[in-house]
């Protein structure tokens, strides 16, 4: 019988395999495992990035929250700026604006795609606004085109989260080559896999000056010898086995991708009868599927806790990405107060499915009677 740890090593042993080792062994080898504007791995990576998504500049960083951080760093944000952020998202988009002095301002989400909600951005901004971070969540890309009106419409800057969703298209564009500025994470669950590590990508040739002087002490990068610094930063620079293993990654993310889309396909047609509603994928998107994410129906919505233990005793991995909307979190309900229902519906409901690319048809057959199983033992 399959069981849920089976699944949960598979999914870890097939992320890599000895495309990776020969390169990391070659890192090993060469004598540099780091440099601080870059060894040949970083440069090569940052370039790899940099031509697929159309960019000028790329900086390869230590985390996706890194690259968010070195993001918001180049707005040079006044106290009490503005960020736009979706109210269903990870915290580290909250938090980099808040060690800035930025304000972050929740707009709620599309219940259909759960990403923010085009229509209802503008009724948030005003004169404090500066920029608006687009999250592509679970791998489904954002109404990006929608967005960049906005932004080109009231001179605002569009940074792409692309955390989720590295190697997702919209129009036949990736995500990532819409934004001024766009991240990537680089985790160990993400799309591209270096264990840790982000990277941030622009045109604008002034963020890329800040961001390469921030994600360096602050250094004067025009003299690195010089060891001259004009401005606060930090360590952020990433090392060049975790750049190695992203050169393999990115060289596998189409074909791991359209493995993740299949598998997604497979569950719901596997779950077609019940009533569950899916993150909706619009014809003119690809998602690369973080997960498959999933909402329980209204009238199950007080038992999606129920659901999540039932599904694990019949030994099926699956997870709830996020069980809180971000203005329901400890860090701002007590201080200011959002109208976000259809990001604060959401988080009640949801449920993520495994779709990654090291998963077969039983996996995913096993996944889907224990899901089924346990809809129906709540729904009795």
Known sequence: MVARQNIIDKINRKILGDDEAKRVLKVLRSGYLSK????????????????????????????????LHCA??????????????????????????MQEGGTPVFVDVDPADFNIDAQKIEEK????????????????????????????????????DCAQAAGARYNGRYVGSFGDIS???????????????????????????????VANNGIVKENL????YDRVGYNYQMPEMEAALGIEQFYKLDRNNLKRRNNAKKFKKLLSDLDIHFQISYEFTEAAYFYLTGLLPQ???SKREEFINIVKKFHAPIKKLYPMSLPEVTLFKNKTYYNCPAAKDITKRIFNLYVNPGLNNVDIEFMASAVRKAYGLINS
Do not use: W
């Not at 109210?87 to 938090?95: H, Q």
């Not at 680089?186 to 591209?192: D, G, S």
């Open 36 to 67: 601080p504007d870059g060894g040949p791995m970083v440069l090569k990576f940052q370039k790899l990035m940099a031509i697929a998504h159309g960019k000028k500049y790329s900086f390869a960083v230590t985390s996706g929250t890194a690259a």
């Open 72 to 97: 918001i760093v180049a707005l040079n944000l006044k106290p009490n700026d503005e960020v736009i952020v979706p109210a269903l998202s990870n915290i580290a988009d909250c938090s980099v604006i």
């Open 125 to 160: 901004i005003n004169k404090k606004t500066k920029a608006i971070i687009v999250v592509h969540m679970y791998g489904q890309p954002a109404k990006i085109k929608e967005i960049k009106k906005i932004t080109d419409q009231y001179n605002l800057i569009l940074i792409e």
């Open 183 to 213: 991240c990537f994470s680089f985790y160990q669950t993400k799309h591209i896999i270096c264990g840790e590590g982000g990277m941030i990508m622009t045109n604008n040739s002034k963020f890329a000056r800040i961001i390469t002087s």
């Open 225 to 228: 010898d010089a060891f001259d």
């Open 299 to 301: 009238h199950l919505k």
